[in-house]
């Protein structure tokens, strides 16, 4: 399978990504259109596309380029899996010239520790210095008409 990566953000089939974070993923259900959209605004976004030019795979970096990144929101659609998109995805953002040389590569993932493993990423060194203020269910919250200011 061929697969080519960019990071046109017009080229970004943006129903279909929304559609898989917001009702597929495990991570992101329930997404509002009006976050998502802004999430990709501030952030280097990489399509992958098969030989059809049809998108199957998506990540999303947020990153000052300098110092620091946050991989989020991979996937790769159930149609291709298994046939080295991940992979090729992960070698994609490892060279990308506005990752390079980067102090600090983070990301979140509850099932892909192998995958990542194989690109460098480990388990917190110093947990105890790393903190986090998490809101899980504010994509309900905002659903049910809660928002705060």
């Not at 559609?19 to 997404?31: D, K, P, Q, T, V």
């Not at 990540?59 to 620091?68: C, E, G, H, L, Y």
Request: glycine residues 10%; hydrophobic residues 40%.
């Amino acid at each position: 399978m061929s697969i080519t990566f960019d990071t046109d953000k017009q080229r970004l089939d943006r129903d279909m990504v929304y559609r898989y974070l917001s009702g597929e993923s495990y991570w992101a259900r329930g997404l509002p259109r009006d976050i998502f959209e802004r999430s990709l605004d501030g952030a280097l976004c990489i399509g992958g596309y098969d030989e059809h030019g049809r998108q199957v795979a998506f990540a999303r970096v947020i990153s000052d380029f300098a110092t620091f990144a946050y991989l989020g929101d991979v996937f790769v659609l159930d149609s291709v899996r298994g046939q080295g998109v991940g992979k090729a995805l992960m070698s994609y953002i490892q060279a990308h010239p506005q990752l390079q040389n980067l102090r600090r590569f983070m990301l979140a993932t509850a099932d892909a520790h192998g995958l990542y493993a194989q690109y460098g990423f480990a388990a917190l060194g110093a947990p105890q210095r790393i903190m986090e203020k998490v809101e899980p269910d504010i994509y309900q919250r905002l659903a049910g008409g809660h928002a705060q200011p």
